[in-house]
T-cell receptor, first 116, second 111 residues
Framework: EPEVTQTPSHQVTQMGQEVILRCVPI?????FYWYRQILGQKVEFLVS????????KSEIFDDQFSVERPDGSNFTLKIRSTKLEDSAMYFC??????????????FGAGSRLTVL | DAKTTQPPSMDCAEGRAANLPCNHS???????VYWYRQIHSQGPQYIIH???NNETNEMASLIITEDRKSSTLILPHATLRDTAVYYC????????????FGKGTKLSVKP
């Protein structure tokens, strides 16, 4: 079964450092998403991406965050200057163009980010 | 998007059916009901979705009331591996946007 692949599985970084989380969505999918989950809390939407641009973003996704699809296969989330509160599990998801138009997302296993 | 209400937790005996309810009384005509689950800290996993009709797949059945104001996810023979947080989400079809996760129902399947 097709999978969404995320790397790294766990990254530890110092506060103020830049971090790039990588995702390989399912190959024929057209919509891409990043979510995060702080330990013990809800899964929170960050951003959606379609046709090489951001289609929707939450208030969490401020100027410290950016997304990119650099080469037609990878989808990356960059955090420019990490803060302690960025420590969380980050999930990438992708979606195809379903016939019904339904939002069936396939999620990756996540990247755990720990900011010290 | 319509708001959903789910019980915070439920228990189920292994091998029995697990029936997880969800209220979405403000659902509108073009909104689908989606069910996802999250096992421990893994990525959310799609289970099933529906618009008006009841749906069944290899994982579960989805029963939507005629007025569409509530639904029930049925796991016909729960196993210990079905212990997870189950999310009921309502979202309009055809949108490019995201799914909003609530707190869900923590289902504990017990031997």
């Amino acid at each position: 079964e097709p999978e969404v692949t995320q790397t790294p599985s766990h990254q530890v970084t110092q506060m103020g450092q830049e971090v790039i989380l990588r995702c390989v969505p399912i190959s024929n999918h057209l919509y891409f998403y990043w979510y995060r989950q702080i330990l013990g809390q809800k899964v929170e939407f960050l951003v959606s991406f379609y046709n090489n641009e951001i289609s929707e973003k939450s208030e969490i996704f401020d100027d410290q965050f950016s997304v990119e699809r650099p080469d037609g296969s990878n989808f990356t989330l960059k955090i420019r200057s990490t803060k302690l509160e960025d420590s969380a599990m980050y999930f990438c998801a992708s979606r195809g163009q379903g016939r019904s138009g339904a939002n069936v997302l396939t999620f990756g296993a996540g990247s755990r980010l720990t900011v010290l | 998007d319509a708001k959903t209400t789910q019980p915070p937790s439920m228990d189920c005996a292994e091998g029995r059916a697990a029936n997880l309810p969800c209220n979405h009384s403000t659902i509108s005509g073009n909104e689908y009901v989606y069910w996802y689950r999250q096992i421990h800290s893994q990525g959310p996993q799609y289970i099933i979705h529906g618009l008006k009709n009841n749906e069944t797949n290899e994982m579960a059945s989805l029963i939507i009331t005629e007025d569409r104001k509530s639904s029930t996810l049925i796991l016909p023979h729960a196993t210990l591996r079905d212990t997870a947080v189950y999310y009921c989400i309502v979202r309009a079809g055809g949108s490019q946007g995201n799914l909003i996760f609530g707190k869900g129902t923590k289902l504990s399947v017990k031997p």
